[in-house]
Structures are given as C-alpha cells and as structure tokens.
C-alpha cells in the first residue's frame, strides 16, 4: 500500500531516472530519502519484484517514509550513506544496482524541520540532520574567531569571512537563524553580492556542511562504491556546492582511469532554464552518473 501525498518535483528528476536505469526486479538505493521525491518514480520502474532501501540520517525523514510506503518494496532505514555497505549486510542485501544521491537539503527541511537550517526563519540553530551531531549553536561556542573564519571560508566560499566570524564571535553566540542570519547581514556590505544572493547564503551553507561531516561522508561512500553496487550498477550524485562536485568528478575518474567504470556524464548535468525558473534552488545543482564495470 502507497499513501496518497503530495510531494514537491526535486531537483533533475527526470535526468537521475534516465541515468539510474532502474529496472524491474532491481535493488535500488535512495541515500538521500528526504522528502521522498525519487522514490514514487524509481517504484513505478522496478515493480513488481524491486526492492528500494530508502535511507536518510533524519529519523523524522524515516518515519514519513514508513507513514507514505506500507509495502514490502520499500525499507526504510535511518542511517548516513557514509555506511551504507555496513547497513546494507545488517539488513540482508547483496550489492545494489542503482545508487542515488541528492545532496541538497530538501524543502521540507527548509521550511518544517525547525531545525535552523533557514536563514528566513527563526528557530533553534541546530541545523544538523541527527540529533546524535552537536547543534550549531554549541559549534559557534566552541570554535575559536579564527577557526570559525576557516569553516566560513572553506566551506563556503565567503570572501567576508573574517568579518562574518568576529560578528558572529561577539557575545552573546546566537542560539536561533533568525539571530545568526541578523548578525551576518550586519557584517557585510550593503551591497552584498548585488542583492543576488542573502548575505547568509554562504555562511549557512559553510556550517551545515561543517556540522554534518558532509563532504567527509561523502568522501566515505565515493571510496565504497565497488562494495555498494554490483558490476554494472549505476551510481547518480546530484551535488550543489563545487566541493562537493569536486569530489564526485575525481571519483568517478578514478574509477574509470583504472577501468572499473564508465563515466556517463562527460559534463555534469545542469537544471534547464525552465526548472531554474520554477524552482531557484536548482541553480547550482550538478548531476554526475557513472556504471561499475
């Protein structure tokens, strides 16, 4: 049994379907379950006798997914995909033939989380996925101006870096978004960026990827890719930050240097100009696609 729902369309749907290939009979992996975009198309491609491991580190993410799916072709699992061989041998499963990644926070995680992951909103700053990672707020406490400065530069690309974090370092550490996001605007220019982008945008972006390990996960799983998926599955990552891009891109030609891939993706796929317009957060949204030989 699928519950009824209505669900927002992610980013590059119809290009990670095409690239996963799923079949019916396969077992397919979302790592990235979030709000359930992927699953209702992958499911319509492998029924009657697929599999879907829906994995997400969001133990709220799970439980939506056993709320919409009450079938016997989706298991829905709490886990970081940086583990995924360990999960996948507790749960019973052989290698994969298809894995996908979206690596972009989801809307529902944006807006109803109430986690602190937006900068329009005001709430608790925890802005990590687990309840097992140390909030935001506590990493703000923790880190000193200068190692601050480096999250905010590293992560994120931010050229006020340094302004940003003796803003944020005065006291009292903000404990909510609405107060970190206050801060940061203060710090930079009126201009900021020609208005293109909220002056949070970067900062935020550089301390939910610092909380969360991000790119060290991601790092783990692209090292694991032989033990995931069987010979001629298919691995999709749909990346939003050029770190991360970086990492898939090496990767995958890594594996296709030693002969145990073929890149699909000669030039990473990029939303059109149409999925641009009806949904913004799209724009840097990168697809990479590689088959295990």
């Known amino acids: 049994m699928i519950v009824e729902f209505v669900m927002h369309k992610p980013v590059l749907l119809e290009e990670a379907i095409r690239f996963l290939d799923p079949q019916s009979g396969d077992l397919v992996i979302d790592g990235t379950f979030g709000a359930g ?22 133990e709220a993410a799970v439980k939506k997914c056993r709320q919409l799916y009450q079938s016997q072709m989706v298991d829905c699992a709490v886990g970081n995909f940086a583990q995924l061989p360990e999960i996948m041998k507790a749960r019973g499963y052989g290698q994969a033939n298809s894995l996908l990644l979206d690596l972009g926070v989801s809307s529902e995680e944006l807006e109803s989380s109430g986690r602190g992951f937006s900068f329009q909103k005001d709430e608790p700053l925890f802005m990590t996925y687990s309840d097992d990672q140390p909030p935001v707020w506590e990493i703000l406490r923790r880190l000193s101006q200068e190692q601050l400065a480096k999250v905010i530069r590293d992560y994120g690309e931010e050229k006020f870096a340094g302004r ?24 930079v220019l009126k201009n900021y960026e020609r208005g293109r982008i909220h002056p949070a945008t970067r900062t935020f972006q550089a301390l939910r990827i610092y909380a969360n390990r991000e790119l060290e996960n991601l790092a783990a799983v692209l090292g694991k890719l032989e033990k995931i998926l069987a010979a001629g599955g298919r691995a999709v990552i749909i990346s939003f930050h050029s ?10 030609a890594e594996l296709a240097a030693g002969g145990q891939g073929e890149i699909l993706t000669k030039k990473p796929v990029r939303p059109t100009a149409g999925e641009i317009g009806e949904n913004p957060r799209s724009r840097s949204a990168k697809l990479r696609a590689i088959k295990l030989g």
């Open 37 to 58: 975009g992927h699953a209702r198309l992958i499911l319509e491609k492998i029924r009657p006798l697929g599999k879907l491991l829906a994995l997400d580190w969001n």
């Open 164 to 187: 940003i974090a003796a803003a944020i370092k005065s006291s009292p550490i903000p404990r909510t978004s609405g107060d970190l996001a206050q801060r940061i605007a203060q710090a």
């Open 243 to 252: 770190l991360e891009d970086r990492l898939v891109k090496r990767a995958f």
